[in-house]
């Protein structure tokens, strides 16, 4: 597997797959033929259906200054459902193109060409493995990383936290309408100043940290800078459970950081054995893993052993199977944000529910992983983000 650090990138909403790959491909593509006097960028598949709505377009015009952007809505049989084709120009003569996938999570790969990401740094493939690895060196999961990746990846989890807390703070301030014909107001101050009388501290709980997802996610919708984690789509799951353990329940951020290690772990396996993109497995691979990393992460944060951790990952991963991705009028707003807030709280219930049934568990983190990339690859393309199917096909604007 490699580093953690791609699990966490920084970008612009309101997609990591639909803007800030494609803004990196723009560019990478611009630099390699910087003496072109024209470009012209094909999209396809889930780029093609929704890349209006997520702001594609003026993504890859942002890395790839007057590129000609062409949406192409009838290709089928694609390598990948995020493909974009890329050409270069010169004195009206074409003389260089790659095809680029978008994988998710901002993450892209080109056609014939390795990897653009990092060295493997873990030769180990999956949670089992890793998780032997620990018992045999008695080893945390959080030491486990440092020891494969050095202080320097605590660093840049350093500069991730700042970035997710900087997104919390914000978006709880921020009021007005989205971006998008859906004219959506912001939610989030509302629901985070907006006590019910007699309010027990359970429904405060849930409702702060409700707060805290909105917040994040509606500043994805509103294309600000947020992380992947391990989407933009999915954003705000794992920094509202952070952040309200931090503000509002002391956990000092050294901890903190551990536990962002930990929950990118665990980000880190799903995306190398199966997917974080909506366009390839539906929304269970955003929300899903979202959902996942935050869970694993709290546990860690909590101290819970190794197979504590894994039972709350599989349970938030096993109850989110079969979750569509169906925007409503390509944006990533309906049903996007309410679904962060949703599973940030379900993320603790997994806790709670490991913190005592771990040892009465049947399926394992690594089974659930491959059960779900699975559902996805059965799923209907309608239901994989190209807004053609669920509550895209079904909604009528008032």
């Known amino acids: 597997m490699k580093s953690i650090k791609s699990v966490y990138k920084l970008g612009h909403g309101p997609s990591s797959s639909h803007t800030v790959g494609p803004y990196r491909a723009a560019k990478l593509f611009g630099e390699r033929y910087p003496d072109a006097n024209a470009y012209r960028v094909t999209l ?25 952007v062409i949406f192409d809505r009838e290709t089928t049989d694609l390598p990948h459902p995020n493909t974009m084709l890329f050409e270069a120009y010169r004195d009206g003569k074409l003389y260089a193109k790659h095809r680029i996938f978008s994988v998710g999570g901002g993450s892209i790969r080109i056609e014939g060409e390795d990897c653009e990401e990092e060295r493997e740094v873990y030769p180990q493939k999956n949670f089992s493995q ?6 045999k060196r008695n080893m945390s999961l959080a030491e486990f990383i440092r020891d494969a990746e050095g202080d320097q990846l605590w660093d840049y989890l350093k500069r991730v936290w700042t970035a997710m807390r900087a997104s919390v703070q914000r978006g709880l301030k921020a009021t007005g309408v989205l971006p998008g014909e859906l004219q959506l107001e912001r939610k989030a101050k509302l629901l985070y100043e907006k006590r019910c009388y007699n309010e027990s501290a359970d429904v405060t709980m849930n409702r702060i ?28 799951v794992l920094p509202a459970v952070l952040y309200y353990m931090q503000e509002d329940r002391g956990f000092p951020e050294e901890e903190i950081l551990d536990a962002l290690a930990v929950a990118g772990l665990i980000g880190n396996i799903i995306r190398t054995n199966a997917s974080i993109s909506g366009a390839e497995c539906g929304c269970q691979a955003e929300i899903g893993s979202a959902c996942s990393m935050a869970a694993g992460g709290l546990a860690a944060l909590y101290r819970l052993q190794i197979d504590q951790i894994e039972y709350a990952a599989e349970i938030a991963m096993e109850h989110n199977l079969g979750l569509t991705c169906d925007p409503v009028c390509g944006l ?18 997994a806790v709670n529910l490991s913190r005592f049934l771990y ?25 994989r983000e190209t807004s053609h199917g669920g509550l895209a096909a079904i909604y009528r604007q008032p």
Do not use: W
């Open 44 to 68: 396809y598949g889930s780029l093609a259906f929704t890349g209006e709505g997520h702001g594609t377009e003026k993504a890859i015009k942002g890395g790839l200054s007057g590129a000609q």
């Open 130 to 135: 890793i998780a032997d690895a620990c018992k």
């Open 209 to 236: 940290i409700a707060a805290y997802a909105y917040a994040v996610s509606e500043e994805n919708a509103d294309e600000q800078l947020v992380v992947t984690a391990p989407t933009c789509g999915s954003c705000g």
């Open 332 to 349: 990533v707003q309906i049903p996007c944000i309410e679904r962060n807030a949703v599973a940030s709280m379900r993320a603790i219930s």
């Open 359 to 383: 040892t009465t568990r049947r399926i394992s983190f690594d089974e659930v992983v491959a059960t779900m990339y699975r559902t996805g690859k059965d799923m209907d393309e309608k239901y």
